[in-house]
């Protein structure tokens, strides 16, 4: 179980990456402010006092007994989803979400 930050600073990227069991949870939230990002949504809030409630978490609630990846009780706050990372490029802000791990079941065994 895991979840961290990388700095490369040679490249000028930062990456966060989360397991691919997604035991660790790992939000984030990018905006003009710049990155924040944390293992519970409430720090995120903290240190971003700006960020609204997402509107939509009641219904994703009702709707399925949790809020589904990569969504949260936060608007612009996200959770990356299991196995993958977030890579942002600190020069130009662009940032993608990529999947490095999935888990494949056989149907024998």
Known sequence: ???????????NYVFL???YAGIKPLYYSISDKGLFFAS???AIKILNNSINENEDWRSFFALFGSIPEPYTTLKDVYEIPKGSFLKLNLKSGH????????IKFKEKI
């Open 40 to 42: 519970e949504v409430k």
């Open 95 to 102: 940032y993608t979400i990529e999947q490095f791990s999935k």
């Open 17 to 19: 990456v989360r397991d």
């Open 1 to 11: 179980m895991f979840a961290f930050c990388l700095y490369d600073k040679l490249n």
